[in-house]
């Protein structure tokens, strides 16, 4: 167990629709990551958070969005879903956000979209 | 374009030391990282590396060469657990995170 929860673990649901994700990080980490990783793709990086600001994003969606709250938290929103949105998407934290900082990451949401 | 290339899958024998490695092209670099996939589970940290040279962690090492863009990580006396998919991963100068398609390693008794 990582320390990092995520929720909820299943979601299908069906094309055009939105979704939120959560993700609570390990207690004491300030930085919070999104990945989302289908068969074909391998693990994408999405975007980072750092004690509730934007640090670092990848390829990102603008369909998609995501926000880290003052209690850390963070949710990623996928709006307008599509059948290729399907993929398992972790939630990871870390102490600091830059260099040598371990992220551990949550179990993941499996979304399914039909 | 910013690049990590790292073989699709490999083949070891149990009690037996296999080199995983990878090469890649990013815009700045700011550390290596290693990591292990089980199926249907979450990466776990294996290594890191931001300087030239070999670290060793019990078992697994990694090595990497900057000048090069090049990394391997030498997993030794393989255990049936340790089949399983090795993601290299690059965080950039603006702090992007790149993975690889990751390593299928399959361990034979």
């Known amino acids: 167990d990582s320390g990092v929860t995520q929720t909820p673990k299943h979601l299908i649901t069906a094309t055009g629709q939105r979704v939120t994700l959560r993700c609570s990080p390990r207690s004491g980490d300030l930085s919070v990551y999104w990945y989302q990783q289908s068969l074909d793709q391998g693990l994408q990086f999405l975007i980072q958070?750092?004690?509730?600001?934007?640090?670092a994003k990848g390829n990102i969606l603008e369909r998609f969005s995501a926000q880290q709250f003052p209690d850390l938290h963070s949710e990623l929103n996928l709006s307008s879903l599509e059948l290729g949105d399907s993929a398992l998407y972790f939630c990871a934290s870390s102490v600091e956000g830059q260099g040598f900082d371990e992220q551990f990451f949550g179990p993941g949401t499996r979304l399914t979209v039909l | 374009g910013q690049n990590i290339d790292q073989p699709t899958e490999m083949t070891a024998t149990e009690g037996a030391i296999v080199q995983i490695n990878c090469t890649y092209q990013t815009s700045g670099f700011n550390g290596l990282f290693w990591y292990q996939q089980h199926a249907g589970e979450a990466p776990t940290f294996l290594s890191y590396?931001?300087?030239?040279g070999l670290e060793e962690k019990g078992r697994f090492s990694s090595f990497l060469s900057r000048s090069k863009g090049y990394s391997y990580l030498l997993l030794k006396e393989l255990q049936m657990k340790d089949s399983a998919s090795y993601l290299c991963a690059v965080r950039g100068r603006d702090d992007k995170i790149i993975f690889g398609k990751g390593t299928r390693l399959h361990i034979l008794p």
């Open positions: 958070y750092y004690n509730g600001e934007e640090r």
């Open positions: 590396n931001v300087l030239d």
